[in-house]
């Protein structure tokens, strides 16, 4: 079975731009979670969604958005780009919105703001 | 609010070494934990977890014990491999949605 799949795999961007990342959960995963790695830090959480439901937010400006499409797939999308959003992006699904069950991460989006 | 504190890296060992990665964490209340690695190139895997004081998990010959008592959960291995070489980060989460990282620890196995 395929593995959480990310797309694109970099991508550059300026600032004030807006930019969408596109996650396909493993098949049978209800849940999508997004994260932000920046450089040399652990991952920081963005949002879960659960059955096309926002189940969870973290502390991020509302510059960062995001849904869940009816076959479970998600985007994340960042208006209004800062230098500062330059960061590995990613998704992990996971069967259920508990953390009872195993999360499952993507390899990640990487964006470069200039 | 929660938070977790890895040892600084990078660390550099030999093959075959004792290896101890420290992990210290600050909750409110009873968290789950976890250790996650990062190898060159692909996403965080699950490499162990623990739900409740005194559990040990373990995974591929490491280990890690949920102590309450001193709020860690190091991670051990009696023997390391060259294909150990990665990025290692513990985590906790408190039944909530979110998982809260530490900020990872590089691991260099030299041959």
């Known amino acids: 079975d395929a593995g959480v799949t990310q797309s694109p795999t970099h991508l550059i961007k300026t600032r004030g731009q807006h930019v969408t990342l596109r996650c396909s959960p493993i098949?049978?995963?209800?849940?999508v979670s997004w994260y932000q790695q920046v450089l040399g830090q652990g991952p920081q959480f963005i949002f879960q969604?659960?059955?096309?439901?926002?189940?969870g937010r973290g502390n991020f400006p509302d510059r960062f958005s995001a849904r869940q499409f009816p076959n479970y797939s998600s985007e994340l999308n960042v208006n209004a780009l800062l230098l500062g959003d330059s960061a590995l992006y990613l998704c992990?699904?996971?069967?259920?919105?508990?953390?009872?069950?195993?999360?499952?991460f993507g390899p990640g989006t990487r964006l470069t703001v200039t | 609010g929660d938070s977790v504190t890895q040892m600084e890296g990078p660390v550099t060992l030999s093959e075959e070494a004792f290896l101890t990665i420290n992990c210290t964490y600050t909750?409110?209340?009873?968290?789950?934990l976890f250790w996650y690695v990062q190898y060159p190139g692909e996403g965080l895997q699950l490499l162990l977890k623990?739900?409740?004081?005194?559990d040990k998990g373990s995974n591929k010959g490491f280990e890690a014990t949920y102590r309450k008592e001193t709020t860690s959960f190091h991670l051990e291995k009696g023997s390391v491999q060259v294909s150990d070489s990665a990025v290692y980060f513990c985590?906790?989460?408190?039944?909530?949605?979110?998982?809260?990282f530490g900020q990872g620890t590089r691991l260099t196995i030299n041959p």
């Open positions: 992990a699904s996971s069967p259920g919105s508990s953390l009872s069950y195993e999360q499952y």
């Open positions: 098949s049978g995963h209800k849940s």
């Open positions: 969604y659960y059955e096309k439901e926002e189940r």
């Open positions: 909750a409110t209340g009873y968290p789950s």
């Open positions: 623990a739900t409740k004081a005194d």
């Open positions: 985590a906790l989460s408190e039944g909530a949605q979110k998982l809260v």
